[in-house]
C-alpha cells in the first residue's frame, strides 16, 4: 500500500487546498496519472500518482485544507486491471434491489444529487470566493457553470456585517491588554521573554489593540462587501508577518539613467525582431545581481538565531496576473547578461499572465525586485518578500533637469531620464552601511551602462 503525500509545493509553502479530485475510490490509474489538483497561494498544480495501481481510499475532502506531508490518498499498487469497486457494483444485485450491508440504490425515476457541471478553473474561482456551485444557475451550454456566474453570485450576495465578537475573541483580546507578566505559566520563562524583549502581543485584527477599539461597520447604501480571495488572504497575512517580523528601513537613490536609456534605444529593434523586449527592468535586474554578488549580506534570510548567506543568486521578478500580484524567480541571475534576463523575465511575465505559473516558479528567491509599471510613481517603499532581507522597488522614469560635467570640467545642465530606487531592507542583519553599499553599487553600474547586450 502507498500512502500519497502532499508534497513541498515551493520553499515557503506549508499547506494546500485540495480543490479538485480526479479520480474516484476504486479507480485504476497509471504512474504519474494526476489524481488530484492542489491549490496554494503561489499556484495551482496537479498531484501525480507515484504508482500505477488501484484507489483505496481518499482521505481528504475537496476544499480541505492540508499541510504538507500529509497523507491524503493511498494506493494499492499490487492491484490489476479490471472492473473497479465502483464499476462492479451495479452488476452485483438488480436496480431496486440492495444487497445486505451495501448503500441502498435508489429506485427507478429518482437520481443522487447531480454534480454541478464547471470546468476546474471555474471550481476553483467558487472555491476561492467561497461559492457553492449547487447554489450557482449556469448560464453556459447544457447548464455548465461559468466564471462569470461565479462572480455574479459573489455580487448578489447579500452584504454582511461584521459578527459578534466571541468569547474566545474577547478573551484573547482582554488577555492582550494586560502585562505579559501577568498571565500565568512558568513565571521564570515569562521573565526571560521579557529580558529578550519578547512578550510582545500583536493586535487582534478586525478588533483593535489594548484601550483601542474599532468602530463596529454599520450597512450603508451603496457599499459593497469584497470577500477576501484564499490568495488575497494569504498575501495579507504575509505583508502583516513581515512587517511585524522585519524591522524596515527605507533608503532612496536617484538614478541618472542616460547611458543606459541611448543603450536600450539603439539595441531594443534588434531585440524586437527576436521576439524579446529590452525593457529598462532587464537593465535594473542584472545591476542588481551584480551588486549582490558584491555585497552577500543583502543575499540572506534570518533563522532563529543565526542567519544564512546563499550562495545562488536567485531574483524574484514581481509582474501582475489575473490573480493579483506574483513574484517568480529568475534563478542564478548573476550568470545571465542582459538578453539571458530578458529571455527569462519574458517568459515568466507571460506565463504569470496566463495563468500558467507553476509553484517552482515563483519558489527560492533570494531577493526581490519591484517595478511599478507604466503607471508608477516617483518611488515608493516596498514590503519585503519573506523570507528574504531586501527588495528593490524602482519608480517611474522622467525626464529633468541634471547637472553634468561639460568637455572642460565645467557644470552644465541637461535634460536626462531619472530614476528613483527605494531599497527595502531587515536592520535585523543588514546595517546601513551595507545597505547603502549595495544600493550605491547597483546606481553605478546603471550610470555607466557597463552591460553587454
Known amino acids: 500500500m502507498i500512502d500519497v503525500q502532499v508534497p513541498q509545493l515551493g520553499e515557503s509553502v506549508t499547506e494546500g487546498t485540495i480543490s479538485k479530485w480526479l479520480v474516484k475510490e476504486g479507480d485504476m490509474v497509471e504512474k504519474d496519472q494526476s489524481i488530484a489538483e492542489i491549490a496554494t497561494d503561489k499556484a495551482d498544480s496537479e498531484l501525480p500518482a507515484p504508482s500505477r495501481g488501484r484507489i483505496v481510499k481518499l482521505l481528504a475532502s475537496e476544499g480541505d485544507v492540508v499541510p504538507v506531508r500529509t497523507v491524503i490518498c493511498q494506493i494499492d499498487e499490487t492491484a490489476t486491471g479490471g472492473a473497479s469497486a465502483n464499476e462492479a457494483a451495479p452488476h452485483a444485485a438488480s436496480p431496486n434491489i440492495a444487497t445486505k450491508g451495501a448503500e441502498p440504490v435508489p429506485p427507478s425515476g429518482e437520481t443522487l444529487p447531480a454534480k454541478p457541471l464547471a470546468a476546474p478553473s471555474t471550481r476553483r474561482a467558487a472555491l476561492e470566493q467561497g461559492v457553492d456551485l449547487r447554489d450557482v444557475r449556469g448560464s453556459g451550454e447544457?447548464?455548465?457553470?461559468?466564471?462569470?456566474?461565479?462572480?455574479?453570485?459573489?455580487?448578489?450576495?447579500?452584504?454582511?456585517t461584521e459578527p459578534p465578537l466571541s468569547p474566545s475573541l474577547r478573551a484573547q483580546l482582554a488577555d492582550a491588554s494586560r502585562p505579559v507578566v501577568s498571565r500565568g505559566g512558568d513565571a521564570a520563562q515569562v521573565q526571560k521573554l521579557v529580558n529578550q524583549g519578547g512578550g510582545f502581543v500583536p493586535p487582534v485584527p478586525g478588533v483593535g489593540f489594548g484601550s483601542f477599539k474599532l468602530p463596529a461597520y454599520r450597512e450603508k447604501p451603496g457599499d459593497k462587501v469584497v470577500p477576501f480571495t484564499r490568495r488575497r488572504r494569504i498575501t495579507a497575512d504575509h505583508m502583516v508577518y513581515s512587517k511585524l517580523v522585519s524591522p524596515h528601513v527605507v533608503t532612496v537613490a536617484e538614478c541618472d539613467l542616460y547611458a543606459a536609456s541611448k543603450l536600450r534605444e539603439a539595441n531594443k529593434d534588434r531585440y524586437k525582431k527576436e521576439g524579446m523586449s529590452l525593457t529598462m527592468l532587464a537593465f535594473v535586474t542584472v545591476a542588481v545581481a551584480r551588486a549582490l554578488r558584491?555585497?552577500?549580506?543583502?543575499?540572506?534570510?534570518?533563522?532563529?538565531?543565526?542567519?544564512?548567506?546563499?550562495?545562488?543568486?536567485?531574483?524574484?521578478?514581481?509582474?501582475?496576473?489575473?490573480?493579483?500580484?506574483?513574484?517568480?524567480?529568475?534563478?542564478?541571475?548573476?550568470?545571465?547578461?542582459?538578453?539571458?534576463?530578458?529571455?527569462?523575465?519574458?517568459?515568466?511575465?507571460?506565463r504569470a499572465r496566463s495563468g500558467k505559473i507553476t509553484i517552482d516558479d515563483l519558489s527560492g528567491a533570494t531577493f526581490s525586485v519591484s517595478n511599478p509599471g507604466l503607471k508608477g510613481n516617483l518611488f515608493g517603499g516596498a514590503i519585503i518578500n519573506q523570507p528574504n532581507v531586501g527588495i528593490l522597488r524602482v519608480g517611474e522614469i522622467k525626464k529633468r533637469v541634471v547637472v553634468v560635467e561639460g568637455p572642460n570640467k565645467e557644470d552644465q545642465m541637461a535634460i536626462h531620464p531619472v530614476m528613483y530606487m527605494a531599497l527595502s531592507y531587515d536592520h535585523r542583519v543588514v546595517d546601513g552601511v551595507a545597505a547603502n553599499s549595495f544600493l550605491w553599487r547597483v546606481r553605478e553600474i546603471l550610470e555607466k551602462a557597463d552591460f553587454e547586450v
Open 142 to 160: 447544457h447548464g455548465r457553470i461559468t466564471r462569470d456566474d461565479v462572480m455574479r453570485a459573489v455580487n448578489e450576495a447579500p452584504p454582511r
Open 294 to 350: 558584491e555585497n552577500p549580506t543583502m543575499n540572506a534570510r534570518v533563522l532563529d538565531d543565526a542567519y544564512v548567506v546563499h550562495k545562488d543568486i536567485n531574483i524574484g521578478v514581481a509582474v501582475d496576473s489575473p490573480d493579483g500580484l506574483v513574484v517568480p524567480v529568475v534563478r542564478r541571475a548573476d550568470e545571465l547578461g542582459i538578453r539571458g534576463i530578458v529571455r527569462s523575465i519574458d517568459d515568466v511575465a507571460s
